[in-house]
């Protein structure tokens, strides 16, 4: 179905229906249904664009996370879009956001080229930075973490893309017991080998290795430029 409206410049599915949320030029968040296409919720957030939307899980409670040209991180009970009180993250733009699977914890990517890394309560909502990643020279226009949690990748208006180690926010006896269950005849060690050979015997790409941190040293960062 095609959806008429201002340019939308992000969408996510809520967990809780057949509905979406889209964040668009004009500044309004609105929730539409799958099925029809009908908006059922409409905000006139700001007068600026909205960049980014996602959903995170937050103990029992689900919270839409939604960012824009303000700087400003808003937050909404997930099903009423009761609004709860934004945190500005950003002088200029937030553009990009993307959810923890594991962890009540948001990446944000701004037009300075730094991600941050948002920590919500469960009891208060509240936010907290934890960490910033400073590695883009320009705008952080994607975000995406893989399933398990462990790998957080961006990409950026200065052409690259980046591989973040987000470890810390896993039960590692979990995530060890999830690789191997779908690696039955591999070793924790195997998969670790086999996957640092995979990356070394990618065609037209350079692998860099960096170290990236401002709070926690264990934050790794590859980055593979894009020819």
């Not at 995406?144 to 949690?149: E, K, Q, R």
């Not at 039960?171 to 995979?198: A, G, H, P, W």
Request: with cysteine.
């Amino acid at each position: 179905r095609t959806i008429k409206s201002a340019r939308i410049k992000g969408v996510s599915f809520s967990p809780f229906n057949e509905s979406f949320s889209c964040v668009l030029h004009t500044g309004e968040l609105n929730v539409n249904d799958v099925v029809t296409g009908k908006i059922q919720k409409q905000l006139q957030l700001i007068s600026e664009p909205l960049r980014a939307s996602t959903y995170l899980k937050v103990g029992s409670s689900t919270i839409l996370a939604v960012g824009g040209d303000d700087g400003r991180l808003r937050l909404f009970e997930g099903v009423s879009l009761r609004p709860l009180p934004p945190v500005k993250l950003y002088k200029s733009t937030l553009r990009s956001i993307t959810a923890h699977p594991k962890a009540p914890v948001l990446f944000c990517g701004g037009d300075d080229g730094i991600i941050k890394v948002v920590k919500v309560s469960e009891v208060t909502f509240s936010t907290e930075v934890l960490a910033e990643l400073i590695g883009h020279t320009s705008s952080v226009s994607s975000l995406s973490i893989d399933p398990l949690g462990a790998r957080l990748c961006s990409g950026s208006f200065d052409g690259k893309v980046k591989i973040w180690d987000s470890y810390c926010f896993i039960d590692i006896n979990d995530f060890r017991t999830r690789v191997l269950k779908e690696n039955s005849e591999m070793s924790y060690k195997e998969i670790k080998e086999s996957r640092v050979q995979y990356q070394r015997q990618l065609p037209n790409i350079v692998l860099v290795l960096e170290m990236q941190s401002k709070n926690f040293n264990q934050w790794v960062s590859k980055h593979w430029v894009i020819r």
